[in-house]
């Protein structure tokens, strides 16, 4: 019936859903979350915005984030187009980098981590 209808209201108000009754904790980042889900917040906004506007999230994980199998490419059967030199969404971990024996000026120091160019 329509009396037994929940609604969310508002803009900007703090939301909670649950998939499963009692899936939620009743605090936020529990050390030990109900159901055996992972906590995560999840943060929208810059660093540089002052704490009252801060938006974020909090996400309870059957697992972690950073826990994933490999990628594998979905082979689809109408969508085609070339993917060659595509960038891998694998997670990477970046080895750091070595101090030079001698001293250096900012732009002397300066390193290219990362590379855009045309694929085709």
């Not at 826990?67 to 059967?77: A, D, G, I, L, N």
């Not at 750091?96 to 085709?120: K, N, T």
Request: with cysteine; hydrophobic share 35%.
């Amino acid at each position: 019936t329509m009396s037994d209808l929940q609604y969310l209201s508002g803009f900007g108000n703090y939301v909670s859903t649950e998939a499963l009754p009692g899936a939620l904790p009743k605090t936020n980042n529990p050390q030990k979350c109900p159901m055996g889900l992972y906590a995560e917040q999840l943060s929208g906004t810059a660093f540089t915005a002052p704490r009252h506007a801060n938006k974020f999230s909090w996400l309870y994980r059957i697992l972690p984030t950073a826990v994933q199998s490999k990628f594998t490419p979905y082979e689809h059967k109408t969508l085609k187009g070339s993917f060659e030199g595509m960038a891998s969404p694998q997670q990477y971990r970046w080895q750091p980098i070595e101090i030079p024996s001698e001293p250096r000026v900012h732009i002397q120091a300066l390193l290219s981590e990362l590379a855009a160019s045309d694929i085709a």
